[in-house]
C-alpha cells in the first residue's frame, strides 16, 4: 500500500487530455517539492515534471504539473498512443524521511 | 553526456548477499548524490535510500536499514548498494538515479536497472 494514492488507471481518446491525480498528506505533499514520472514497460522511470510544475527541457509543454494542498496533480494534452505508460508521482516525507511514491497509474490511449 | 551505467543481473539465494554499480560519467561526480529505487516485478517503485557523492551521507527506507549498505568511489565515479541477508521479496529491478538531496526527488538522469532475483 502507497503512501501517496494515484487512480490504478486511466484512460482517453487521441487528442483528449487526461489528468492523473496524487493524494497525499501533511508530512508528504503539502510541504514538499512533487515529482512525476514515466515509465515504459521494461525501461527506467523519466522525469516529466520537478518541483511541482516545472519540465525538464526535453519535455514538452503538452506535459503539465499543479499542487493544491496534499493534492497534486499531472496532466498530458493531446494524447498521442506514444503517452501510453505507468506514471507515478513521488516526493519527500518528513513523518518517515524518505521519498515516497504513488502506486502508479497506467495510461491507456484508446 | 550523463549517463549511470549499472552492473548485470544477478541469481542469489535466500540469507545471500548482493552488491550492485553504478558507474557515472558526464559530470562531476562528487556534485551529487545517488538515490537507489527499487521495482519488484509488477509493483510500483519503492525509494531504497539515498547517498552523497561528496560527504558520504546516507539515509534509508526504516524497512531496509540493517541491511543496506551505500557507498561511493569517487576515485571511480561509482555508486554501490549492498543488501544483505536477501529474502524473496527483495526480488526486484533495482535503479540508480542522479539526486541533488535526498529530500528532493529530482532524478534526471536514471541506470538502466539491475535484476535481483532471490530464489532457492
Known amino acids: 500500500q502507497s503512501v501517496l494514492t494515484q487512480p490504478p488507471s486511466v484512460s482517453a481518446a487521441p487528442g483528449q487530455k487526461v489528468t492523473i491525480s496524487c493524494s497525499g498528506s501533511?508530512?508528504?505533499?503539502?510541504?514538499?517539492?512533487v515529482s512525476w514520472f514515466r515509465q515504459f514497460p521494461g525501461t527506467a522511470p523519466k522525469l516529466l515534471i520537478y518541483d511541482n510544475n516545472k519540465r525538464p527541457s526535453e519535455i514538452p509543454d503538452r506535459f503539465s504539473g499543479s499542487k493544491s494542498g496534499t493534492s497534486a496533480t499531472l496532466g498530458i494534452t493531446g494524447l498521442q498512443t506514444g503517452d501510453e505508460a505507468d506514471y507515478y508521482c513521488g516526493t519527500w516525507d518528513s513523518s518517515v524521511s524518505a521519498v515516497v511514491f504513488g502506486g502508479g497509474t497506467k495510461l491507456t490511449v484508446l | 553526456q550523463v549517463q549511470l551505467v549499472q552492473s548485470g543481473a544477478e541469481v542469489k539465494k535466500p540469507g545471500a548477499s548482493v552488491k550492485v554499480s553504478c558507474k557515472a560519467s558526464?559530470?562531476?561526480?562528487?556534485?551529487?548524490?545517488i538515490t537507489w529505487v527499487r521495482q519488484a516485478p509488477g509493483q510500483g517503485l519503492e525509494w531504497v535510500g539515498w547517498?552523497?557523492?561528496?560527504?558520504?551521507?546516507?539515509n534509508s527506507a526504516q524497512k531496509l536499514q540493517g541491511r543496506v549498505t551505500m557507498t561511493t568511489d569517487t576515485s571511480t565515479s561509482t555508486a554501490y548498494m549492498e543488501l544483505r541477508s536477501l529474502r524473496s521479496d527483495d526480488t526486484a529491478v533495482y535503479f540508480c538515479?542522479?539526486?541533488?538531496?535526498?529530500?528532493?526527488?529530482?532524478?534526471?538522469?536514471w541506470g538502466q536497472g539491475t535484476l535481483v532475483t532471490v530464489s532457492s
Open positions: 501533511t508530512s508528504n505533499i503539502m510541504n514538499n517539492f
Open positions: 547517498i552523497s557523492a561528496y560527504k558520504g551521507d546516507t
Open positions: 538515479a542522479r539526486g541533488e538531496e535526498q529530500w528532493l526527488p529530482y532524478f534526471d538522469y
Open positions: 558526464g559530470y562531476t561526480f562528487k556534485n551529487y548524490g
